[in-house]
C-alpha cells in the first residue's frame, strides 16, 4: 500500500500524459484505486485487524492522494478542456468509484462495526465531492442558455430585498429577458437534453444529474416569475409583456418529456 501512496505522490504531468487521453472517460488510474481500496476493504472485513489505525492511516493517505491526482489531471489540461469539460470528467470518476464501493458487498467480522462505518466514510468522501460537481455542472449547463434570465434573478431579487426602487432601466433588462425566454426556452431545454446525455458513461448517474439541471431551471424561473409579481402585479399594474410570459406547467411538461421519471 506505501508503494501505492507514494506512487500517487509522485506521478507527473508528463507521466500521466503518456498513459491517458484527454477525454472525460474513466480514467486507468481511476479503475485501479477503486480495485485497489475494493481489495484492502475486503481483507479488513474478512480478517480481525482489530481496528489497526495504521490501515485506515494509510487508506485515508491514499485517497486524498488520489484526489489530488485527479485534480492535476484536470488542472494540466487548462486551456486543452473547458472548464465544463473538467467537471464532467471529475463526475464521471468519481461516479465510478462509489458505484464499484455499491456493488460490493462487505461482512464485517463479529463485533467489528466500526470498519463497516469507516468503510462508509469512504464511501460518503466521494459522494460529497461527486456531488460538488454535479452542482457545478448544473450552474454552467444552465448558464450555456440561460445566463440572462440567472444574472437578473440574482441581481433583482437583493434589490427587492433591500426594498431598492427599480429603475426603468433593470425593468426594461426584466422585459428583455421574459422575451428572450419564451423564444428560446423549449430548444434550450432539447439542447441540455442532448449534451448532458452524452457527457456521462452511467447512463442513470446522467438521468439524474438532466433532472437536477432541468429542476434548478424551473426554480430559476419561477423566481422570475416572482419578481415579475413584486415589480408589477403587486403594485397593481399589467405587465407590458404579459403574453410573452410562459406559464411554469408548460415548462413542466416539456420536462417532463425530457425526464422520464421526473
Known amino acids: 500500500k506505501l508503494l501505492n501512496v507514494n506512487s500517487s505522490k509522485t506521478t507527473t504531468s508528463a507521466s500521466i500524459n503518456s498513459n491517458s487521453s484527454?477525454?472525460?472517460s474513466i480514467h486507468y488510474i481511476t479503475r485501479r484505486y477503486?480495485?485497489?481500496t475494493i481489495s484492502i476493504y475486503k481483507l479488513y472485513f474478512t480478517i480481525d485487524f482489530n481496528n489497526d489505525e495504521r490501515i485506515e492511516a494509510n487508506l485515508e493517505v491514499l485517497r486524498n492522494e488520489f484526489n489530488g491526482l485527479m485534480l492535476k489531471i484536470t488542472n494540466q489540461e487548462n486551456g486543452k478542456k473547458s472548464l465544463k469539460s473538467q467537471t464532467i470528467f471529475l463526475i464521471n470518476n468519481y461516479d465510478h468509484i462509489l458505484r464499484a464501493y455499491d456493488?460490493?458487498?462487505?461482512?464485517p467480522p463479529l463485533g467489528q462495526n466500526d470498519s463497516n462505518k469507516k468503510y462508509q466514510q469512504q464511501q460518503k468522501y466521494f459522494a460529497d465531492l461527486l456531488s460538488q460537481q454535479i452542482h457545478s455542472f448544473v450552474e454552467t449547463e444552465l448558464s450555456e442558455n440561460y445566463q440572462s434570465l440567472i444574472d437578473l434573478v440574482k441581481t433583482v431579487e437583493?434589490?427587492?430585498q433591500q426594498k431598492q426602487h427599480i429603475t426603468n432601466d433593470v425593468k426594461g433588462n426584466i422585459a428583455s429577458v421574459a422575451s428572450d425566454f419564451s423564444k428560446s426556452w423549449k430548444n434550450g431545454v432539447k439542447?441540455?437534453?442532448q449534451s448532458v446525455l452524452c457527457f456521462f458513461s452511467n447512463f442513470k448517474n446522467g438521468m439524474d444529474i438532466l433532472k437536477k439541471v432541468l429542476t434548478q431551471l424551473l426554480l430559476y424561473y419561477t423566481r422570475f416569475q416572482d419578481i415579475v409579481k413584486r415589480v408589477y402585479s403587486d403594485n397593481g399594474v399589467v405587465p407590458?409583456?404579459?403574453k410573452e410570459m410562459v406559464a411554469v406547467h408548460s415548462i413542466i411538461y416539456e420536462i417532463k418529456?425530457?425526464?422520464r421519471t421526473f
Do not use: R
Not at 456493488?103 to 461482512?107: A, P
Open 22 to 24: 484527454t477525454s472525460t
Open 34 to 36: 477503486a480495485d485497489f
Open 103 to 107: 456493488e460490493t458487498t462487505f461482512t
Open 158 to 160: 437583493p434589490m427587492l
Open 191 to 193: 439542447q441540455i437534453n
Open 240 to 242: 407590458p409583456f404579459n
Open 257 to 259: 418529456k425530457y425526464s
